[in-house]
């Protein structure tokens, strides 16, 4: 299983790879919170944990069962099982076993009176979802060579009406009033390509009201491009449900942003300058940008910080590239994390810099480039 995945996803070096056969053992006393509360649903899986590896990721395929059946389905009551009874059997090569960080938590130091009833009770069925994650559609306004290698944007067709099915069953089964489960507390539109360049999931959004839908909050991952106030106002029967925006930025130079992305800037800036206002204004509560860090843009992660502490952000989050569904070639070339890369030794001396420790005005997240700095400089 481990050989599998380390072909699946760039490699570190092998100092960083010791502790992986220690991730394994001695999990008994803890809790993960992940299979109890969120669900992906991409455009083939019912998906209860983000590990690509897990040979139990995948709770049911979206053309054969409804996501009420993925949700509480025996291949998901068995993952979560799993959890229940120490063993954490489908979960080889999760990062968060080997140093037990969070989600991790140790069962008797969870005071949440939810957790608390699933692990007293052994609770394999959940009532509620807290995090919805539609990542079915891939359409998007944007071409970033890490991502795909053409547009993508379905509006007619056989596969645009399959997504179609399978939206109206998510709104069915649990979104709307009087559906299946008593709860989702957290919709997230989307993990697959952006809101706004999507007509399933404008039309989604734009649907959604309080008349028919029960309160929940919805969180945005989108490029910003098409996030003006324009789009905003054509929201407004439901952008009070809005409670945190995620902008995948990149960059910090025009130049850089073409070259990565090929969006407008100009549009950008302005958008992020409109979210920022949102969040002074209270009418979010979290705003976050994030960098893909890679060849064309890694000399620029401290001006990124800057950026986000100008817009008042919450988060500013970092992480490597990978070769998602994209141009695998290109993606190799730009992997600067990558010991074999060229640039890879500059980039361990500039991420010693103090600055990404973060201070008391914003969180930093580096993700997995956290292990390319010195023990000294980690928190």
Known sequence: MLSNIKKKVFQFSNSLRKPIEKRYKNHKGFFCPVPFEKLWVND???TICCLSGSPMRHVGETNLINPIDAWNG???KAFRKSILDGSFRF???????APKVPPLARIDEINDPFYADIIQNKRLTVSKIGYLNLAYDRSCNLKCPSCRTQFIHLS??????RLKTLQNKIIKDFLLKN???DKVEYLKVTG??????????MDLLKSINDKDYPPFNITILTNGVLLTEKTWSELSCMNHRIKEIEISVDAVQEETYSLIRGGSWKILSKNLRFISRLRNEGRIDFFKIIMVVQKHNWKEMKDFIQMGKDLNVDEISFSPIRPWSGNKTHCEKSAVHVPSHPEYHSLLDYLKDPIFNGDSSVKIQ???LQSLRPISQKK
Do not use: M, Q, R, V
């Open 91 to 97: 979960c080889s090569g999760c990062p968060s076993l």
């Open 156 to 161: 007619e067709g056989p596969e645009y009406e």
């Open 192 to 201: 697959s390509g952006d809101p706004f360049g999507s007509k399933l999931y």
């Open 366 to 368: 580096l993700g997995a």
């Open 74 to 76: 025996e291949k998901t």
């Open 179 to 181: 559906n299946n489960i």
């Open 44 to 46: 083939s899986h019912y």
